[in-house]
């Protein structure tokens, strides 16, 4: 559900993002002659048991796949460790390039696929790792092996790794509300638009901008940068690494409406990165979401 609601809080398709999508739809034959262009960013979920093709596109005919159709919305895998390894490891160069080149002896065709992934996971096969109220029953080899389904480039592509704990049931019932989609969209429209404003361009945002760019123009304060700098050298970040943080700081700065990134925000960058996911200790269930 969580997922799902995601589109709501996402800001609105520009003319120029609106055409893209329909086009997509229409060359994969999804598109309703009598609606006009697609209005709402997309919201896809394939099962855990589809092919690569499905996913990345393919066939003779070569057709968009999953990330394609998901282009400028969300692409969420439930169960993430239930799909094959061989099938996660086709969305690397499409969750870099924002792109999936289809070469056949005829021709190479070329789909957008600049999505946002979206995917939940159970820490273990049984589901009850890290659940104070119903151990887990795995053996640590077992838990291993289906952690390691996530590889550590892909993992280390994935911006934010959230722990979500289990809800009581009294608390189901609760009345108390948080923030709406509506709050929540406001807030991240505004932030868009002060992206937009720095790179000068109505598509332009943090998760596009070069690393080498963004270092040099995300207003990192002094104290925010030594943090940054330190943690990468400790945690032994990648170079990829790096700059996704900085990326997750500077957004964490926009929604907060901070011109510069300080040390908090360098610090909760840092906190969403990924653990060891194939480590046998016992953790909660995770959602990962991109930045």
Same mark, same amino acid.
């Given at each position: 559900?969580?997922?799902?609601?995601?589109?709501?809080?996402?800001?609105?398709?520009?003319?120029?993002?609106a055409?893209?999508?329909?086009?997509?739809?229409?060359v994969a034959?999804?598109?309703?002659?009598?609606?006009g262009?697609?209005?709402?960013?997309?919201?896809?979920?394939?099962?855990?048991s589809?092919?690569?093709?499905?996913l990345v596109?393919?066939?003779?005919?070569?057709r968009?796949?999953?990330?394609s159709?998901?282009?400028?919305g969300?692409?969420f895998?439930?169960?993430?460790?239930?799909f094959?390894?061989?099938?996660l490891? #086709? *969305?690397r160069q499409?969750?870099?390039?924002?792109?999936?080149t289809? !070469?056949r %002896?005829l021709?190479?065709v070329r789909?957008? $696929?600049?999505?946002?992934l979206?995917?939940?996971?159970?820490?273990?096969?049984?589901?009850?790792?890290?659940?104070?109220?119903?151990?887990?029953?795995?053996?640590?080899a077992?838990?291993?092996?289906?952690?390691s389904?996530?590889?550590?480039p892909?993992?280390d592509?994935?911006?934010l790794?959230?722990?979500v704990?289990?809800?009581?049931?009294g608390d189901l019932?609760?009345?108390?509300r948080g923030e709406?989609?509506a709050?929540?969209r406001d807030?991240?429209?505004?932030?868009?638009i002060?992206?937009?404003?720095r790179f000068g361009?109505e598509?332009?945002c943090n998760?596009?901008?070069p690393g080498?760019w963004l270092?040099?123009?995300?207003?990192?304060?002094?104290a925010?940068? #030594? *943090?940054?700098?330190?943690?990468?050298e400790?945690?032994?970040?990648? !170079?990829r %690494?790096?700059?996704?943080?900085?990326r997750v $700081?500077?957004t964490?700065a926009?929604?907060?409406g901070s011109?510069?990134?300080e040390?908090?925000?360098v610090a909760?960058?840092l906190?969403y990165r990924?653990r060891?996911v194939?480590?046998p200790?016992?953790?909660l269930?995770?959602?990962?979401?991109?930045g």
């Open positions: 559900m969580l997922a799902r609601r995601l589109p709501t809080i996402l800001p609105s398709l520009t003319d120029a993002e055409l893209e999508v329909t086009a997509v739809h229409s034959g999804l598109l309703d002659a009598t609606a262009a697609v209005a709402r960013r997309p919201f896809r979920a394939p099962h855990h589809i092919s690569t093709a499905g596109g393919g066939g003779s005919a070569p968009p796949g999953e990330v159709l998901a282009h400028h969300v692409l895998l439930d169960e993430l460790l239930e094959p390894r061989s099938v490891e #086709t *969305l499409p969750m870099e390039d924002g792109h999936v289809i !070469a %002896a021709a190479s789909f957008p $696929a600049r999505f946002a979206a995917a939940a996971m159970n820490p273990c096969p049984c589901g009850h790792a890290g659940d104070p109220a119903q151990p887990c029953i795995c053996p640590a077992d838990v291993l092996r289906y952690r389904r996530l590889s550590g892909l993992a592509r994935i911006d790794h959230v722990t704990p289990p809800i009581a049931l019932d609760s009345r108390s709406s989609s709050v929540v807030r991240v429209e505004r932030a868009r002060r992206q937009r404003a361009d598509r332009g998760a596009r901008a080498r270092e040099s123009h995300a207003a990192l304060a002094p925010a940068r #030594t *943090l940054l700098t330190t943690a990468g400790r945690l032994h970040l990648s !170079a %690494a790096f700059h996704r943080v900085l $700081a500077r964490i926009d929604l907060e011109a510069s990134v040390t908090p925000h909760e960058a906190g990924p060891a194939a480590a200790e016992p953790q269930p995770h959602a990962v979401l991109p």
